[in-house]
């Protein structure tokens, strides 16, 4: 499933001056799914 954080993601990855990643909305949307499985996979980091 492709999600719109994606982008912002990769985005954040690759910024020089990046800060601490939050991760909010409501309840049910994914969030947890993002940190658990897609983070890891762009990040190349084991979570």
């Known amino acids: 499933m492709k ?3 994606y982008k912002a993601l990769k985005e954040w990855k690759f910024e020089t001056n990046r800060r ?3 991760i909010r909305g ?3 949307i ?3 799914y993002i940190v658990d499985v897609v ?3 762009l990040l190349w980091v084991k979570v």
């Open 39 to 41: 983070l890891p996979l």
């Open 3 to 5: 999600r719109r954080i």
């Open 20 to 22: 601490p990643l939050l």
């Open 26 to 28: 409501a309840r049910q």
């Open 30 to 32: 994914g969030k947890s």
